[in-house]
Every structure is written in C-alpha cells, then in structure tokens.
C-alpha cells in the first residue's frame, strides 16, 4: 500500500496568515493527490484534485502544489471558516490511502 | 444535487457483522461512478474500505477482504455494507461516498459505529 505522511498533525494560525500542509507519499503518486477539508460534524468537501486544481465553488485562498512524493496544500490568509481538519488521498493506487489529517484551527 | 445518507445500528457487539446502508438521491447509482465506503476511526485515521461499481462490481480493500461485503439494491437507489466478525478496532465512523476516477466527490454525513459488548 502507499504510504500517506501528513505533516504537521495541529496547526494553529492567526488571521490572515499564510500556512501550508503536506503530505509524502511512500512512492510517486504521479500528482494523483486531492485535499480534502472537514468541519466539526460534517462530510468532508473537496478542495484540489489532481495536485493543483482548484474545485469548482472553493475560494482561491486555497491551492495545491507538488509532484511525485511531495505534496502541499496552502492557504494563502487564513480566514475563520477555515478552521477544521485537512486530510489528503492519493487516487494512484488500489487500495486507495489517507493522510493522518491536520487539525487547523485559528489562534 | 446529489445526496448520500447513511443509516444503521450505533452499537454492535463483538463478534457480531456490522450492517449498514447508504440511501443515495439526486442520482441512480446505476448511472455511473463507484459507491464507495469510507471510515474514520477515532484518532482520524482513515481507511478506503471498498466500492460497488455502477455495474455492480466490487473491489475491497485488501486489508477487509475476508470480512467484508458491499452490495446494492437498484430498485431503492441503496448500497450496503457488511462487515463480519467486527471487534473494537472496527469502532469508527462510516462514511458512504460517490467515487469519481480518482476520488470522492460527494460524501454523506457519516454515522458512527461502536463495537462494545
């Protein structure tokens, strides 16, 4: 199975700042990478597929990077709605494998 | 739009097969894409647990493959997922979700399980 390493597991922002998340996978993923983002008691909604692209409806604060074993997300100003835990899935191989998640929350 | 709903016992014992549907609207399940099931265990490790296919093939995780079953009845637009001989490491939350190419792109709301005596 790939392996998913998600770093860091907490982040605490201010507003408006700039973070970023990442996640190693164990072998190349050939930018087959989507991040997720899930609020407290609720389904998880898509942020970025394929790396870098941006879903429909997702403000542009959001973007993806990356390629072969490393990935990021960045949220360029963080804003209060964004609280919440972030997690990426690789979409390369069966079985299909998470990141640990980060936990985000506004300092 | 599209809307996925899981339903199912909260509490299952040791031993025991976990039982769960998923009550999809907005969308025939035979139209396309693959129904998948998605858990979230306490902790927030989550593990890809297998799809049916539009056309009702499967596909498991090979980790779960010797316990578990997802089935479908088209009529009601519902899929289903079995899990047998559950313990305590089987306590999680279940999640059902429309699987595109790659990934999910609509997911339900989850519905957590506890495996307890």
């Known amino acids: 199975d790939i392996q998913m390493t998600q770093s860091p597991a907490s982040l605490s922002a201010s507003l408006g700042e700039t973070i970023s998340i990442e996640c190693r996978a164990s072998e190349d993923i050939y930018s087959n990478l989507a991040w997720y983002q899930q609020k407290s008691g609720k389904s998880p909604q898509l942020l970025i597929y394929a790396a870098n692209r941006l879903q429909d409806g997702v403000p542009s604060r959001f973007s993806g990077s990356g390629s072969g074993t490393q990935y990021s997300l960045k949220i360029s100003g963080m804003q209060p709605e964004d609280e919440g835990d972030y997690f990426c899935l690789q979409g390369s191989k069966f079985p299909r494998t998470f990141g640990g998640g980060t936990k985000l929350e506004l300092k | 739009e599209i809307q996925l709903q899981e339903s199912g016992p909260g509490l299952v014992k040791p031993s025991q097969s976990l039982s769960l549907t998923c009550s999809v609207t907005?969308?025939?399940?035979?139209?396309?894409?693959?129904w998948s099931w998605i858990r979230k265990f306490p902790g927030n490790k989550m593990e890809w647990m297998g799809y049916?296919?539009?056309?009702?093939?499967?596909n498991y995780n090979p980790s779960l493959k010797i316990r578990i079953s997802i089935t479908r009845d088209t009529s009601k637009n519902q899929f289903f997922l079995q899990l047998n001989s559950v313990t305590t490491e089987d306590t999680a939350t279940y999640y059902c979700?429309?699987?595109?190419?790659?990934?999910?792109?609509?997911w339900g709301q989850g519905v957590m399980v506890t495996v307890s005596s």
């Open positions: 979700a429309r699987w595109g190419r790659r990934y999910p792109h609509y």
């Open positions: 049916i296919s539009n056309s009702g093939s499967t």
């Open positions: 907005g969308y025939t399940i035979t139209s396309g894409y693959d």
